[in-house]
Nanobody, 122 residues
């Protein structure tokens, strides 16, 4: 089983960049598809990006396509967020799914990180 720890959130201005990271401290990453979701107040948790256990086939929500990049190196995944907008403000959660197909729904996730806050404000 994975134990996911996120880092990298913060307060930035519109147009700025941030890079989130997620480490699996249990070392079981290799068999899991990984990704990111986000949740803002009074909204449901929504899919942001995913990547396969092998680090291939990145997928993105339409709202972040062309601005965010997901990558995977050993037991760490990253979310490079460029051109941040006020609407990107949310708590970002690292997510893992053991085996099977990639995911785009929160209900498909088997393991969650604790979340990291991203605030984009002028």
């Amino acid at each position: 089983q994975v134990k996911l720890v996120e880092d990298g959130g913060g307060l930035v201005h519109p147009g700025d960049s941030l890079r989130l990271s997620c480490v699996d401290s249990e070392g079981a990453f290799s068999n899991y598809h990984m990704g990111w979701f986000r949740q803002s107040p009074e909204k449901e948790r929504e899919f942001v990006a995913s990547i396969t256990w092998s680090g291939s086939n990145p997928a993105y929500a339409d709202s972040v396509k062309g601005r965010f990049t997901i990558s995977r190196v050993k037991n760490t995944i990253y979310l490079q967020m460029d051109g941040l907008q006020v609407d990107d403000t949310a708590v970002y959660y690292c997510a893992a799914k053991f085996g099977g197909a990639l995911f785009d729904l929160a209900s498909q996730i088997t393991d969650w990180g604790q979340g990291t806050q991203v605030v984009v404000s002028s």
